[in-house]
């Protein structure tokens, strides 16, 4: 076991502040990585104050940060794939059990023993895993990924989870040349979603509450901007998407995006609002429409998506902020005032 660095929430009305943690030692499948940057996912802050507490109810102290990006220090006696020096990411998976289902399929998301990177039951040492507010973290082999080395590396961090969870979404249920596709939400998965949907050939379409944000959505890549808050904007555009991704972080309604939809459209949500959201029956039925979900990735298909990004010169929009100003930037989230992720560069870490 050695000590790093943290900054930490010890409890929900509590903000994050600088703490020690521990860490586990190698162990011969493992890499030590020095977190270089980290981003700031609305997860982190929905987990820091428990509002997940009916799934995930949150142990504290808790570290937050799954989308890491930094250079390996060291590995284990059998790591194969990464050498000291080499630039890797970590997103929001650490484990699994390699055997179920799930994970024969590639979608170790969904094994029932897998294990997130922060607040999730730590095999090793017992208590929670700690994510990436940190100065370093140890990760099996098998959960690292290497990051294109063409890309900024502030902007590569959040590609680990939001970047994964719109890419693999979109993909599933085919966004591509002559599909309508809207992105619900310009945040930090919202303006991921529509580089993404841009480059995969989509007509893409950005809905927001805030009207300061439609020029960047166009310089992201919509073809088309509407006002979610405003009738007359929304009215046109009733039965015309084949899919729609809901990115959206608070209560919101959600039958007025299944009535944009046409014939077999589907609307997929990624955002995990705090309460339920009430859906219409009747905005369902008629054009045999569907409603689903979608969790980030599996380790194979981040793979091909940071292959995607490196070949594409995709990264997010970021905001380089210092670790102290993580609860400032909470705030910022809460009041959608993010353009369009916050990257924590975390030599910030280093004067605690
Ligand atoms: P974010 O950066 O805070 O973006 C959320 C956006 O939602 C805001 O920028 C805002 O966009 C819109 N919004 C916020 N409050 C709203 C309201 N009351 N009504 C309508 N729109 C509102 O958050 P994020 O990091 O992208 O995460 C979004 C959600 O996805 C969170 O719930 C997060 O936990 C979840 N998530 C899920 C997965 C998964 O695997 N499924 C992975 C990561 C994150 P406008 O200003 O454009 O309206
Ligand atoms: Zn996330």
């Known amino acids: 076991m050695y000590k790093a660095k943290a ?14 943690i521990d860490r586990r030692e190698t162990t011969e499948t493992d890499v030590r990585i020095e977190i270089l940057f980290c981003g700031v996912c609305h997860s982190d802050l929905h987990t820091a104050r428990n ?14 940060g799954h989308e890491i990006v930094g250079k390996v220090t060291s590995v284990g006696s059998k ?16 484990d699994s059990d390699h055997t179920c289902p ?22 090793h040492l017992g208590g929670v895993t700690f994510g990436g507010y940190s100065d370093s ?4 082999e098998s959960f690292v990924l290497r990051v294109p080395e063409n890309l900024d590396l502030a902007g590569v961090a959040p590609l680990l989870c939001a970047g994964i969870t719109t890419y693999s979404p979109m993909r599933h249920w085919g966004v591509g040349e002559g599909k309508k596709v809207g992105v619900v939400g310009l945040g930090g998965l919202g303006h991921m979603g529509v580089k993404f949907a841009r480059a995969f050939g989509a007509h893409v379409v950005v ?19 509407v ?20 990115t959206v972080s608070a209560d919101h309604d959600l039958n007025a995006y299944l009535n944009l939809l046409g014939l077999d459209g589907n609307l997929t949500l990624v955002g995990a609002p705090e309460k339920p959201l009430p859906v219409s029956s009747y905005a369902l039925l008629f054009g045999r429409k ?12 981040t793979r091909e998506m940071l292959d995607f990004c490196g070949k594409h010169g995709i990264t997010a929009d970021v905001e380089i902020i210092p670790i102290q100003q993580v609860n400032e930037a909470y705030e910022r989230l809460l009041r959608s005032d993010v353009k369009y992720r916050f990257s924590i560069d975390m030599a910030s870490l280093k004067s605690e």
């Open 290 to 301: 569907s409603l689903s979900g979608s969790l980030i990735g599996g380790i194979a298909e």
């Open 227 to 246: 006002n979610s808050r405003n009738a007359d904007e929304m009215a046109p555009h009733a039965g015309s998407f084949d899919f729609i991704l809901d």
């Open 7 to 20: 900054y930490s929430a010890a409890g929900a009305a509590s903000p994050l502040a600088s703490d020690t």
């Open 102 to 123: 799930s994970c024969r399929a590639d979608m170790e998301q969904f094994c029932p023993e897998g294990v997130f990177t922060y607040n999730s039951p730590d095999k």
């Open 79 to 94: 790591v194969t794939q990464y050498k000291p020096g080499d630039l890797v990411g970590v997103g929001c998976l650490v």
């Open 51 to 64: 509002e997940w507490v009916e799934f995930m109810p949150t142990v504290y102290p808790v570290v937050p």
């Open 207 to 225: 809905f927001t509450t805030s009207p300061g944000k439609v020029e960047d959505a166009r310089r992201l890549g919509a073809h088309e901007v």
């Open 137 to 140: 973290i140890v990760v099996d």
